[in-house]
C-alpha cells in the first residue's frame, strides 16, 4: 500500500488534461462500503444517481477495509468519500477511515456517511471527521448540494 | 372450459360497452382521474375493471389454473384443508448480542406465544470469521448474535428443546457449520437428528445476486449449499427439517420487482435441483422445500405472486423434471415483510406497514408468517417492537377470520387475471435465464444483480419524482423528533467475546481440533458430502473461522466486481 503515491497519479492525470482547466473537472467521488455489510442497494442507486449530477463515480463493492478504502481513494485521487453502513458497524468503520485519511496527508477529502445510523449518533460521527450523514430517503440532489457547497477542489 | 354461457357473456359484453359509453365517460368528461397510468408494484398495466370477459378470452379454466387445495397445481394451497388444519406458523427473526442475551429473549419470545425462531446471526459469523479476526471488528453482536463455536450454540438453546421449538437459521454461505452446530447441541440435550424441527436458509447463489453475505465462489458455494439437502434426504431427516430456502426475499429488498424475484428465485432453485440430482437423488426423493418471499404492500399482487409461483413450481416440477410425487411439487412459503418500505420518518407508520404485510400473507396462503418490527428501518428489534410484532401476527390469525376459508381471493377477475399475467411474465424471465447459460453463469456475469440495480434505481426516481408516493419521505412528511427508543448493542460485547474464544483455544483439545481441520481441507480437495466432516470438527469446538479458513484454502475467497 505504501508504495501508491497520490502525487504522481494526479500528475498523469493533469497531463491527461482532466485537471488543466480549473472548474471543469468534475468531482470524483468514491462510495465504499467499509466492514462486512452486503446491502448495497443505497450504494448503488447512489452511484447512479450522483453519477446523473454530473459527478464521476467509483463504487468498489462491498466488505472494504479503511486501508483499502483509503489506498483507493489516493489511487482514484477522489474529492470525496461516501461511506455506507447498515450494519451498525457505523462508529468503528467511519472514523476509522477518517482518521487514516488525515494521516496519509488527505485530509482535504470531504467525508460523508450514509446507511442506518441513529440520530444520537451524528455529533460523535461529526466530531471524527465525518462532515455529513444522509439517512434513508435522503433525495440525492440533497447530497449533491452537500458535496458541492463543502468539497476542496 | 367457459364458466359463463355465451348469452350471459354477450350480455355482460353488451352492458359493459353501454356503461363505458355513457356512466364512465360522463364521469372522466366531469373529474378526470387522479393519475395517468394505473400500474401494479411492478408496473404491470391495470385495467379499470375486471369483469368475466377478461377470464373467457383467454379460455381460462378453473380446473387447469386453481384445481383444489393441496392438489396440482396447488394454486390454491399446498394442503387440502390449509389454515383450518395448520395456523399459520409465527416466526420471529430474532437474536443480538451474545449467546446468553439472545437465550434470554428467545425464552421471553416463547413464553409470548412465538411458534418458531429464526437465529439472527451477525455478520462474521455469517462470513466465516472469528470474532477475534481484525475484520470482524465494530460487527460483533450487532445485526444478530455472535456464534463462534458449539460453545454458544449450547448456551443460546439453553433449555429450550430442539424437538419441541422450530428453529430457523438465517444461515447460507456457513450453513453446513450452522447446521452442524444445531445437530450437535441437539445431541447434548438427547435429541437425535431424525427429531429436530430445523429449518436452514442455506441459498446461497442469492447472496451474490442480492444480499452479499457469501464466502466461496458460485460453484463450490453451491456444492457446499447442496451438501446440506443431499445430507437430509440420505440420512431420512427430512420429515422436520427443511434444508432449502429459495430466497426471492432478498432480491426484492435489493430492489427486484416481483416479476424478477420470482424468475431469479426459479432460476436459483433449478440449479440448486440440478446438483442435487447428478448425485444421484430422485427428484421424488427431494427432501421438504419452500420459498421464501416478500409479502409486500401491493396486495393484490403480492397475493398473486405466491398463487402464481405455486403453480409454476408445480409445473416445473412435474414437466421440467418429471416430478411424480405431489410432494415435491406442492411449494410451502415462509414470508417476510418489505423492510425496505419501512421508513425512519415517523416510524410508527411501519406498524401500518407491518400489519398490511401480514394480510397479505395470509390471504396467500403462506406456511410461516413474520413481519418485520416497526423500528426495522434505524436499527434491530427491542423487546417491546418484537412483541408488538407477535400481537400482530397474532391478531391477524385469530380475529381477522381470515383463516376460515381457503384462498379466499380466488375466482376475482382481477386476481386471476394478474395472478396468470406474473406466472406468464415470471416464466419468460426465467427463460431467459435459462438460455443465459442458467443461474451461476448468470451470477458469474453480474446478470441478474445489473437488473435488479436497474430497478431499484427507476424506484428511486419514481420516489423523487413523485410517481410513487411514499407516506413521510416524499409526501406527507412532518418535522419530528423521534419518539421511540432503539436497541443498541454495547459496544464492550466485543471485548468479552473475544476474550471468550481465546479461553475456548485454551480450554479445548487442540491436537483433536487440527485433526478435525485437516480433515476437513481433505474432504474439500476430494469433494466428498462436508457435513460428516463438518459435524466432527464441531464437536471438537473448532471454531466457525477456523472451519471456512480450511475451506477458503480449498476453494478461495469471492469478490464481486466492482461497479
Known amino acids: 500500500m505504501e508504495n501508491i503515491e497520490g ?3 494526479r500528475h498523469e ?3 491527461g488534461g482532466n485537471r488543466m482547466k480549473e472548474g471543469q473537472r468534475r468531482i470524483r467521488v468514491l462510495i465504499a ?8 442497494r443505497g450504494a448503488k442507486v447512489l452511484t447512479f444517481g450522483l453519477r446523473d449530477e454530473g459527478m464521476e463515480v467509483i463504487y468498489t463493492g462491498i466488505r472494504e477495509t ?7 481513494c489516493i489511487q482514484e485521487d477522489v474529492d470525496v468519500v461516501a461511506l455506507s453502513s447498515l450494519s451498525g458497524g457505523h462508529l468503528y468503520h467511519f472514523p476509522k477511515v477518517a482518521e487514516m485519511l488525515a494521516q496519509k496527508g488527505m485530509d482535504r477529502v470531504l467525508v460523508i456517511g450514509g446507511g442506518i445510523i441513529p440520530e444520537e449518533d451524528v ?6 471527521g465525518i462532515s455529513a450523514v444522509f439517512g434513508p430517503g435522503t433525495p440525492i440532489e440533497e447530497v449533491a448540494k452537500f458535496i458541492r457547497n463543502n468539497v476542496t477542489w | 372450459m367457459a364458466i359463463y354461457d355465451k348469452e350471459e357473456l354477450d350480455e355482460i359484453k353488451q352492458r359493459r360497452k353501454i356503461w363505458e359509453n355513457t356512466l364512465l365517460k360522463g364521469e372522466i368528461e366531469k373529474r378526470g382521474e387522479w393519475k395517468k397510468e394505473f400500474k401494479t408494484n411492478s408496473g404491470i398495466p391495470i385495467e379499470r375493471l375486471y369483469t368475466p370477459l377478461d377470464l373467457n378470452e383467454k379460455e381460462w379454466s378453473y380446473p387447469e389454473k386453481l384445481g383444489f387445495p393441496g392438489d396440482y397445481p396447488f394454486t390454491r394451497g399446498i394442503t387440502p384443508n390449509m389454515y383450518r388444519g395448520v395456523p399459520p406458523r409465527m416466526f420471529v427473526y430474532s437474536g443480538y448480542g451474545s449467546a446468553e442475551a439472545t437465550n434470554q429473549r428467545y425464552k421471553y419470545l416463547l413464553s409470548q406465544g412465538a411458534k418458531e425462531l429464526i437465529i439472527a446471526s451477525d455478520l462474521h459469523t455469517q462470513l466465516g470469521y472469528d470474532i477475534d479476526n481484525p475484520l470482524s471488528r465494530g460487527e460483533v453482536g450487532k445485526i444478530g448474535v455472535a456464534i463462534n463455536s458449539l460453545a454458544d450454540v449450547e448456551v443460546i438453546f439453553d433449555g429450550i428443546r430442539l424437538d419441541e421449538v422450530f428453529v430457523g437459521a438465517q444461515a447460507n454461505a456457513n450453513s453446513p457449520i450452522l447446521l452442524a452446530f444445531v445437530i450437535a447441541a441437539a445431541e447434548k440435550q438427547g435429541v437425535s437428528p431424525q427429531q429436530i424441527k430445523f429449518v436452514v436458509q442455506n441459498d446461497v447463489l442469492k447472496e451474490y445476486i442480492a444480499r452479499g453475505t457469501y464466502i466461496f465462489p458460485p460453484k463450490p458455494a453451491l456444492k457446499f449449499s447442496c451438501d446440506i439437502i443431499e445430507y437430509v434426504a440420505r440420512n431420512n431427516l427430512s420429515e422436520w427439517m427443511c434444508p432449502i430456502i429459495y430466497c426471492g426475499y432478498h432480491m426484492r429488498e435489493a430492489g427486484a420487482n416481483t416479476v424478477q424475484e420470482m424468475a431469479f428465485t426459479m432460476a436459483n432453485a433449478v440449479a440448486y435441483i440440478e446438483e442435487v440430482l447428478s448425485r444421484g437423488i430422485n427428484i421424488d426423493e427431494l427432501p421438504q422445500q419452500r420459498a421464501l418471499f416478500v409479502a409486500g404492500l401491493d396486495l393484490f399482487e403480492e397475493v ?8 409454476l413450481w408445480a409445473k416445473m416440477m412435474k414437466e421440467r423434471f418429471k416430478a411424480k410425487n405431489p410432494r415435491v411439487m406442492a411449494l410451502g412459503y415462509t414470508c417476510g415483510s418489505q423492510s425496505s418500505l419501512y421508513t425512519a420518518q415517523q416510524p410508527m407508520n411501519n406498524i401500518v406497514r407491518g400489519t398490511i404485510s401480514g394480510l397479505v400473507q395470509a390471504l396467500s396462503g403462506v406456511q410461516t408468517i413474520n413481519i418485520a418490527a416497526m423500528d426495522e428501518a434505524l436499527s434491530i428489534p427491542t423487546e417491546e417492537s418484537a412483541t408488538l410484532v407477535l400481537r400482530t401476527m397474532q391478531i391477524i390469525t385469530h380475529e381477522t377470520g381470515i383463516p376460515n376459508t381457503i384462498d379466499p381471493l380466488a375466482g376475482s377477475y382481477y386476481v386471476e387475471t394478474l395472478t396468470d399475467e406474473l406466472e406468464e ?5 426465467f427463460e431467459k435465464v435459462q438460455s443465459l447459460g442458467g443461474a451461476v453463469a448468470c451470477i458469474e456475469q453480474g446478470f441478474q444483480e445489473a437488473e435488479i440495480a436497474k430497478e431499484a434505481y427507476e424506484q428511486y426516481k419514481q420516489v423523487k419524482t413523485g410517481g410513487r408516493v411514499w407516506v413521510g419521505v416524499n409526501q406527507f412528511q412532518m418535522d419530528e423528533k423521534l419518539s421511540i427508543k432503539l436497541m443498541r448493542v454495547d459496544q464492550k460485547e466485543e471485548e468479552r467475546q473475544i476474550e471468550k474464544v481465546k479461553r475456548l483455544r485454551k480450554e479445548r483439545d487442540n491436537k483433536k481440533v487440527e485433526a478435525a481441520l485437516k480433515d476437513l481441507k481433505e474432504a474439500a480437495i476430494e469433494e466428498t458430502n462436508l457435513v460428516p466432516t463438518i459435524l466432527s470438527a464441531v464437536k471438537v469446538y473448532s471454531t466457525i473461522g477456523e472451519i471456512c479458513n480450511s475451506f477458503r484454502e480449498v476453494y478461495g475467497e469471492y469478490r464481486r466486481p466492482a461497479y
Request: glycine share 8%; hydrophobic share 30%.
Open chain 1, 33 to 40: 462500503k467499509p466492514g462486512l455489510d452486503g446491502h448495497d
Open chain 1, 7 to 9: 502525487p504522481r497519479i
Open chain 1, 123 to 128: 455529533p460523535l460521527l461529526k466530531e471524527k
Open chain 2, 425 to 429: 411474465r415470471a416464466t419468460r424471465l
Open chain 2, 304 to 311: 398473486c405472486k405466491h398463487r402464481a409461483f405455486r403453480r
Open chain 1, 13 to 15: 492525470k493533469e497531463v
Open chain 1, 66 to 72: 479503511a486501508e483499502g478504502i483509503v489506498q483507493t
